[in-house]
């Protein structure tokens, strides 16, 4: 690899380089960005058409940019396979990048070279694309100084890779329906997803209870003990809820004002068996690809409220300014012990690997608490 990516720096290389680039592309350009500063050549997972991932997607190598004054050229360290992300490949997200396209949404890379007019960024800083933007699968990332936001350095890479998307719609589900208070109880389903995982851990800190409904599996018992560490207050799989009445569940829990829907389908009856009169359920996932099933007594004797949340559409919101300081915040409490969640490393070299895990190739039924979650990391080799 190493004599590889050595080749390429050579112009007979990156001729061939360009050769092979699906994307339009100045070879004049190219000859420029050597006298002048230039990104190197880019390892990226592209795709060029939408569908099944493991069928569109391939690895190419994209030639160098030049880099502007305020221009920050950045090594991607590492960047997560989100959900998201594979439904962007197969062209059924709402909001796509135009094809040809690199995938990815967030992650995080180190400082490499700068624009001579840069001032806030130094080579070696820790940066996260905020707001995040498309195309992070890839080794190098030419964008202007201020589409970076530089981190703290004392954090786990993985946990620096995945702040955005995930915990950040955690945190603000917990904060933008209802004025939760100490005392107050939520209820979700999904709860092993990272989502899941952090609602528990953000809700534990406001000094709020949670809920938290699973799939049924094999070893349900070892994961109900693993959700609980992180805080949980209550655990229960589907079918134990189609056994008992939830009041009888509840005990000493308080009937929680707001849920949470990850999955969809009949799992969504579930959240709203548990909420109270006039709570508010909403959702952010569908992972069963069902619709949400809601039964006619939620709206007439509940009164229950169906909201949605989407953390890309809050990105375009007039809150997004504070998303850096929630970054932080949430970083903070990663690097305070406060919030954890698992995610299994796997080499930028095995992305078919990562990506056939992403999609569940390699089992999700049953599924190992976390460490088959559908989020895995690439970890660049340069
Ligand atoms: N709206 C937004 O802005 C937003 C932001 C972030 C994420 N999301 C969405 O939130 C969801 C979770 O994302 P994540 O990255 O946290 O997930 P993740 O860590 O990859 O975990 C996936 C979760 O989905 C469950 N699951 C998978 N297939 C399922 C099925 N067929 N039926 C029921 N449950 C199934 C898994 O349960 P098991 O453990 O039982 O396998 C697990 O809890 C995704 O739909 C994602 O697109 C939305």
Redesign the pocket.
Same mark, same amino acid.
């Given at each position: 690899m190493a004599s590889l990516r050595g080749a390429l720096r050579s112009f007979g290389a990156l001729r061939h380089c360009v050769s092979a680039c699906p994307f339009p592309y100045k070879l004049s350009g190219t000859i420029r960005a050597f006298a002048v500063a230039a990104s190197p050549p880019s390892k990226a997972v592209v795709y060029e058409q939408h569908g099944a991932p493991d069928q569109v997607v391939r690895v190419v190598y994209l030639p160098p940019v030049e880099l502007k004054e305020n221009d920050v050229c950045v090594r991607m360290l590492a960047s997560?396979i989100?959900?998201?992300d594979i439904?962007r490949i197969e062209g059924v997200y709402p909001v796509r990048p135009p094809i040809p396209a690199v995938g990815g949404y967030e992650g995080v890379g180190q400082v490499h070279s700068l624009g001579s007019s840069v001032s806030t960024l130094s080579v070696g800083d820790w940066v996260i694309p905020s707001p995040p933007s498309f195309g992070t699968w890839q080794t190098y990332i030419v964008k202007e100084e201020s589409a970076w936001h530089k981190i703290i350095k004392n954090v786990p890479l993985e946990y620096a890779a995945t702040i955005i998307? !995930?915990p950040l @719609?955690a945190l603000r589900m917990l904060e933008d329906f209802v004025n939760l208070t100490s005392g107050d109880a939520i209820v979700q !389903?999904?709860? @092993?997803?990272?989502?899941?995982?952090?609602i528990i851990q953000l809700a534990k800190i406001r000094g709020v209870c949670s809920i938290n409904i699973?799939?049924d599996?094999p070893g349900s018992d070892e994961?109900k003990e693993k959700i609980k560490k992180l805080g949980a207050d209550f655990v229960c799989t589907e079918s134990q809820l189609l056994l008992r009445n939830v009041k009888t569940i509840l005990g000493g829990i308080p009937e929680p004002v707001l849920g949470f829907n990850?999955?969809g389908?009949d799992?969504a009856s579930f959240v709203l068996k548990f909420l109270r009169q006039g709570g508010t359920m909403v959702t952010?996932?569908?992972?069963?690809?069902k619709p949400v099933s809601v039964s006619t007594s939620s709206f007439i004797f509940k009164d229950l409220a169906l909201r949605?949340?989407?953390?890309?559409?809050?990105m375009t919101s007039d809150k997004v300014g504070d998303c850096r300081a929630m970054i932080d915040y949430l970083l903070s409490l990663v690097q305070s012990g406060k919030l954890k969640?698992e995610l299994e490393p796997v080499p930028f070299n095995d992305f078919s690997l990562a990506l056939d895990k992403?999609l569940?190739k390699h089992g999700?039924?049953p599924?190992q608490?976390?460490k088959?979650?559908?989020?895995y990391i690439l970890h660049w080799e340069h």
């Amino acid at each position: 690899m190493a004599s590889l990516r050595g080749a390429l720096r050579s112009f007979g290389a990156l001729r061939h380089c360009v050769s092979a680039c699906p994307f339009p592309y100045k070879l004049s350009g190219t000859i420029r960005a050597f006298a002048v500063a230039a990104s190197p050549p880019s390892k990226a997972v592209v795709y060029e058409q939408h569908g099944a991932p493991d069928q569109v997607v391939r690895v190419v190598y994209l030639p160098p940019v030049e880099l502007k004054e305020n221009d920050v050229c950045v090594r991607m360290l590492a960047s997560p396979i989100n959900p998201s992300d594979i439904n962007r490949i197969e062209g059924v997200y709402p909001v796509r990048p135009p094809i040809p396209a690199v995938g990815g949404y967030e992650g995080v890379g180190q400082v490499h070279s700068l624009g001579s007019s840069v001032s806030t960024l130094s080579v070696g800083d820790w940066v996260i694309p905020s707001p995040p933007s498309f195309g992070t699968w890839q080794t190098y990332i030419v964008k202007e100084e201020s589409a970076w936001h530089k981190i703290i350095k004392n954090v786990p890479l993985e946990y620096a890779a995945t702040i955005i998307v !995930n915990p950040l @719609t955690a945190l603000r589900m917990l904060e933008d329906f209802v004025n939760l208070t100490s005392g107050d109880a939520i209820v979700q !389903n999904g709860a @092993t997803s990272i989502v899941g995982q952090c609602i528990i851990q953000l809700a534990k800190i406001r000094g709020v209870c949670s809920i938290n409904i699973i799939r049924d599996r094999p070893g349900s018992d070892e994961v109900k003990e693993k959700i609980k560490k992180l805080g949980a207050d209550f655990v229960c799989t589907e079918s134990q809820l189609l056994l008992r009445n939830v009041k009888t569940i509840l005990g000493g829990i308080p009937e929680p004002v707001l849920g949470f829907n990850c999955v969809g389908g009949d799992a969504a009856s579930f959240v709203l068996k548990f909420l109270r009169q006039g709570g508010t359920m909403v959702t952010y996932g569908g992972m069963a690809k069902k619709p949400v099933s809601v039964s006619t007594s939620s709206f007439i004797f509940k009164d229950l409220a169906l909201r949605g949340f989407w953390l890309q559409k809050w990105m375009t919101s007039d809150k997004v300014g504070d998303c850096r300081a929630m970054i932080d915040y949430l970083l903070s409490l990663v690097q305070s012990g406060k919030l954890k969640y698992e995610l299994e490393p796997v080499p930028f070299n095995d992305f078919s690997l990562a990506l056939d895990k992403a999609l569940g190739k390699h089992g999700s039924q049953p599924k190992q608490y976390l460490k088959k979650s559908l989020l895995y990391i690439l970890h660049w080799e340069h």
